[in-house]
């Protein structure tokens, strides 16, 4: 469990992640159970001593609902609002991320947390041991449920070079619909413009207007007229990573780490003019209807 896996994240950027040693879990969640156990002890004596003289019914309705908001709520709201981390984490340096290593939020820490019940407490942890054991990456059901993992902080390694965002498409790309737009097809892009400078000239083009075409299919809205596919692809992906970094509280354009790998080939760099139209492209061989209609679909 100690090898890093490589994961596709939001920005289609392939990163290594390093997953947690089920030691170091245990240990994190050893902290966490302590900190818990604290809590209810202390809770239990303050609620005892506030309705020692109340209604039995009220007293049991207050003290399970306690219960409930120490085992459930704490990992919840400690791992929504700091990204996947709860006090063990943060002292083993731990997070839980996504499976396409993004940040968990509400959803992701509400199903690990409900599972956790049964997981951790009612099986006083044998279900949780047994199912990490079982998993090739360690996880737990709750993790599994959730579509999520646990790793240790996310480092960049070996990844791909960043994509810039080309200037004069910055503006337009700020106000980008990019909801629909899938993992896959993004990493396609990104291959594409990595690999550009590798192929031939009708080649590329043939390649990046059929990328581009399918990317406008899914996008809004159309990029500005005269738009060449690898200036479009370069501002989709940019923005994509710009918003997935801001999330996670990074510094949007930065200077990509060292690691991140050589820079970009010639063709993902903006040459200019922007504005000058794409060379017609012929039709490619086989029915018209393979070709999706949009801003860059060849002349029929």
């Known amino acids: 469990m100690s090898q890093p896996d490589a994961l596709v994240t939001g920005d289609a950027v392939v990163l290594e992640l390093r997953l947690a040693k089920l030691a170091s879990r245990g240990l994190a969640l050893g902290i966490d159970l302590a900190v818990q156990l604290t809590v209810l002890l202390v809770g239990v004596l303050v609620v005892g001593g506030l309705l020692g003289s109340a209604d039995a019914a009220l007293a049991a309705a207050a003290g399970l609902t306690f219960y409930v908001a120490v085992i459930v709520g704490y990992p919840v709201a400690m791992e929504t609002t700091t990204r996947g981390r709860s006090l063990g984490k943060l002292a083993l340096g731990l997070r839980v991320v996504r499976e396409d290593g993004g940040p968990v939020r509400f959803r992701h820490?509400?199903?690990?947390?409900?599972?956790?019940?049964?997981?951790?407490w009612l099986s006083f942890g044998s279900i949780a041991l047994i199912a990490s054991l079982a998993s090739p990456q360690g996880r737990r059901l709750g993790d599994y449920l959730a579509?999520?993992?646990?790793?240790?902080?996310?480092?960049?390694?070996?990844?791909?070079?960043?994509?810039?965002?080309?200037?004069?498409?910055a503006g337009w790309a700020a106000g980008l619909d990019l909801s629909r737009l899938p993992d896959d097809l993004a990493l396609a892009a990104r291959q594409f413009l990595t690999r550009a400078g590798e192929l031939s000239p009708a080649a590329r083009e043939d390649m990046g207007t059929r990328i581009a075409t399918a990317v406008a299919a899914v996008t809004a809205p159309a990029p500005p007229p005269g738009t060449p596919p690898w200036a479009f692809l370069a501002a989709v992906l940019a923005e994509r990573r710009r918003r997935e970094l801001a999330r996670m509280g990074v510094p949007a354009y930065g200077a990509p780490p060292p690691?991140?790998?050589?820079?970009?080939?010639?063709?993902?760099?903006?040459?200019?003019?922007?504005?000058?139209?794409?060379?017609?492209?012929?039709?490619?061989?086989?029915?018209?209807?393979?070709?999706?209609?949009?801003?860059?679909?060849?002349?029929?």
Do not use: D, K, N
């Open 109 to 120: 820490a509400f199903v690990r947390a409900l599972l956790g019940v049964v997981e951790i």
């Open 259 to 300: 690691r991140y790998g050589a820079p970009p080939p010639p063709y993902a760099a903006p040459p200019p003019p922007y504005a000058a139209p794409p060379p017609p492209v012929e039709p490619p061989p086989g029915p018209a209807s393979e070709v999706p209609p949009g801003p860059f679909a060849p002349p029929g």
């Open 147 to 169: 579509g999520t993992l646990v790793v240790r902080e996310r480092v960049p390694v070996a990844g791909h070079a960043v994509v810039p965002m080309p200037p004069p498409l």
